[in-house]
């Protein structure tokens, strides 16, 4: 390996550290708040973050194989993450008519909206660093984690606009609203995985 592709490299680890720090302080704050709230679009996005930590796991355990010039099967990673995705879409759905049919509402939550502000600040900057390293370095997993970065920032802007509603103007029911957004943007990265894993 060039000393450039070991620096582009290095830098990549760099990057999937933080999103690594990032998506468990996400998820458990996402998870832990939406449980309180009973915010099924606080819930999924916790869950869709998971996923995502699971993600950049699997990314940088293949920039590790690449830093030590071992074989790496790009591939698997991304078959994985894309069944978790698809995993979640049954599961956000049910939720929703659970939801529907008991009559439960979303109640407002200051810690949500905290994840959800951070979110919108951190994934650009995540996604637009991970694409660019991608991209120089030819590092196929990380480009394809920088669309699910960018997933997030689209996702965590439908989650705050919900739990804004709810919060300032107490109209509860766009919490579901947000879900069934949140709920489109993993359909769309669930099958952009999938294309990506057949090409």
């Known amino acids: 390996m060039s ?3 070991s ?3 290095r830098r990549g680890l760099m990057i999937e550290y933080l ?3 990032w998506m468990g302080v996400e998820s458990v704050v996402a998870l832990w708040a939406g449980f309180w709230a009973s915010s099924l679009a606080l819930l999924a996005f916790g869950g869709d973050s998971i996923i995502e930590l699971i993600s950049s796991w699997t990314v940088l355990m293949y920039l590790r194989r690449r830093e030590k010039a071992q074989t790496v099967d790009e591939q698997k990673a991304e ?3 894309t069944l978790l995705l698809f995993l979640l879409v049954p599961t956000i759905a049910l939720g929703l008519v659970y939801s529907y049919l008991t009559g439960v509402k979303a109640e407002s939550s200051v810690l949500g909206i905290g994840v959800a502000v951070g979110s919108v600040i951190i994934m650009p900057f995540l996604a637009v660093e991970k694409k660019r390293i991608g991209a120089k ?3 196929l997993p990380l480009s394809i984690d920088a669309v699910e970065s960018w997933t997030c920032f689209f996702m ?3 989650l705050l606009g919900g739990l804004l509603a709810n919060y300032l103007w107490n109209v509860w ?3 579901s609203v947000a879900a069934c957004a949140i709920l489109v943007f993993i359909l769309r ?3 952009d995985a999938l294309k990506e894993i057949r090409k």
């Open 3 to 5: 000393e450039q592709s």
């Open 7 to 9: 620096e582009l490299v």
């Open 19 to 21: 999103s690594l720090v």
């Open 79 to 81: 078959r994985v993450t």
């Open 137 to 139: 370095g030819n590092l």
């Open 156 to 158: 965590s802007i439908a």
């Open 173 to 175: 029911w766009v919490d």
């Open 189 to 191: 990265e669930a099958f």
